[in-house]
T-cell receptor, first 111, second 116 residues
Framework: GENVEQHPSTLSVQEGDSAVIKCTYS??????FPWYKQELGKGPQLIID?????GEKKDQRIAVTLNKTAKHFSLHITETQPEDSAVYFC??????????FGSGTQLTVLP | ETGVTQTPRHLVMGMTNKKSLKCEQH?????MYWYKQSAKKPLELMFV???????ENNSVPSRFSPECPNSSHLFLHLHTLQPEDSALYLC???????????????FGPGTRLLVL
């Protein structure tokens, strides 16, 4: 089965700065890596994902990078805004139909 | 209404009560999931249903009983719960396309459960 470790558990940044959250996984066969954002009182919402055939994917201020050799992938948020404050979860496939989630990162963007 | 909906959003129950959580997905998906989210812990998968058939039970105590009458609806029946069962219960769905491809899961807002 897959084991996913996520760091850091908490992260505070000044508004406008960048934030980086990193996850490592154990199964070299894993091929799909989503990132979810969970705001207070809401369920996790997919914000970006990447498959193992690419090394980087961007969507406006959000990007995900994947290093298959080192078995880690990272979420990058640039020009952070207060509304980016939330808990972020990474995930990797436990098997063909299930995901194993990281323990989450509480991101706080300070005005 | 679109996406994945859950009712109720909040529930307080005693240890001897029986209650049910409801999930409905409006995405045309064929797989549905129940997760438990406790403070300071990763999301814990409880049950998986594919095309109404249960395909995964992650050693969940029998006081939690899932029901999936069709691909759009999922229930979690609760009976004689313990205080440590207090948590956010999340429902999710995914397309369940052909082939062993990991899929995006779409989550509902969750039911915040407090067991007294």
């Amino acid at each position: 089965g897959e084991n996913v470790e996520q760091h850091p558990s908490t992260l505070s940044v000044q508004e406008g700065d960048s934030a980086v959250i990193k996850c490592t996984y154990s199964d070299s066969a894993s091929n799909y890596f989503p990132w979810y954002k969970q705001e207070l009182g809401k369920g996790p919402q997919l914000i970006i994902d990447i498959r193992s055939n690419v090394g980087e994917k961007k969507d406006q201020r959000i990007a995900v990078t994947l290093n298959k050799t080192a078995k880690h992938f990272s979420l990058h948020i640039t020009e952070t805004q207060p509304e980016d404050s939330a808990v972020y979860f990474c995930a990797a496939p436990k098997n063909a139909r299930q995901l194993t989630f990281g323990s989450g990162t509480q991101l706080t963007v300070l005005p | 209404e679109t996406g994945v909906t859950q009712t109720p959003r909040h529930l307080v129950m005693g240890m001897t009560n029986k209650k049910s959580l409801k999930c409905e997905q409006h995405l045309g998906h064929n797989a549905m999931y129940w997760y438990k989210q406790s403070a300071k812990k990763p999301l814990e998968l409880m049950f998986v249903y594919n095309f109404k058939e249960q395909t995964e039970n992650n050693s969940v105590p029998s006081r939690f009983s899932p029901e999936c009458p069709n691909s759009s609806h999922l229930f979690l029946h609760l009976h004689t719960l313990q205080p440590e069962d207090s948590a956010l219960y999340l429902c999710a769905s995914s397309p369940f396309l052909a082939g062993p491809t990991a899929e995006t899961q779409y989550f509902g807002p969750g039911t915040r459960l407090l067991v007294l």
